[in-house]
């Protein structure tokens, strides 16, 4: 697993490049960062991405700048080419979760990725209008690549990571 600097460098220096502009480009809400903030105890996140995706540019830097907010959210990258080697997972389930997924961006709680990502390919606002009506896809795919599902994408991310809160203290306290 690699650092989101090390994870600049999975691809070209074009594609770090893009990447970088888009990081730069990424403004998180007064809520959201009161949020982040707020956040008590420590979360471990596994994301799969890949700075040559399109989708990863807009997503990654969301849950970046909420990691770089509050240290107790730690993000750990790992890149589409690495799925199939098992040193880059902390175990074999873990390994499998993510492969099975193949998805990029895609968000799991580490420890809790047998629930599936939190976050996959796209907000749900996009998957559920996808489902709605397949025709539209790259309709809605070009649309939340151009930012116009940036604050879904933030809600998603901040639920999550409330989430895991909650499911991070149920495991301290046994419930």
């Known amino acids: 697993m690699a650092t989101y600097t090390e994870y600049l460098d999975f691809d070209t220096e074009e594609d770090k490049l893009k990447q970088q502009q888009f990081y730069q480009a990424t403004e998180l ?10 956040i ?6 596994l994301l799969a991405a890949a ?3 399109p989708d990863c540019r ?10 770089e907010l509050n240290p107790n959210i730690r993000v750990n990258y790992i890149a589409r080419n690495d799925f199939d080697d098992s040193s880059r997972f902390d175990n074999p389930r873990q390994q ?5 997924n193949q ?19 796209f907000p749900q606002v996009v998957l559920n209008q996808i489902a709605a009506d397949e025709t539209r896809r790259t309709e809605l795919r070009d649309a939340y690549r151009a930012g116009e599902f940036n604050a879904d994408v933030e ?5 999550a990571l409330a989430w895991a809160e909650q499911r991070c203290w149920a495991d301290i306290v046994g419930v």
């Open 51 to 53: 700075p040559y995706c």
């Open 155 to 159: 809600a998603q991310i901040v639920a």
């Open 103 to 121: 998805k990029i961006p895609a968000l799991f709680l580490i420890g809790h990725e047998e629930a599936g990502p939190v976050f996959s390919e």
């Open 58 to 67: 807009v997503f990654v830097p969301f849950i970046q700048k909420m990691a």
């Open 96 to 100: 499998e979760i993510v492969r099975t």
């Open 29 to 38: 809400s007064a809520q959201t960062t009161a949020a982040v903030k707020k």
């Open 40 to 45: 008590s105890r420590p979360q471990n996140w």
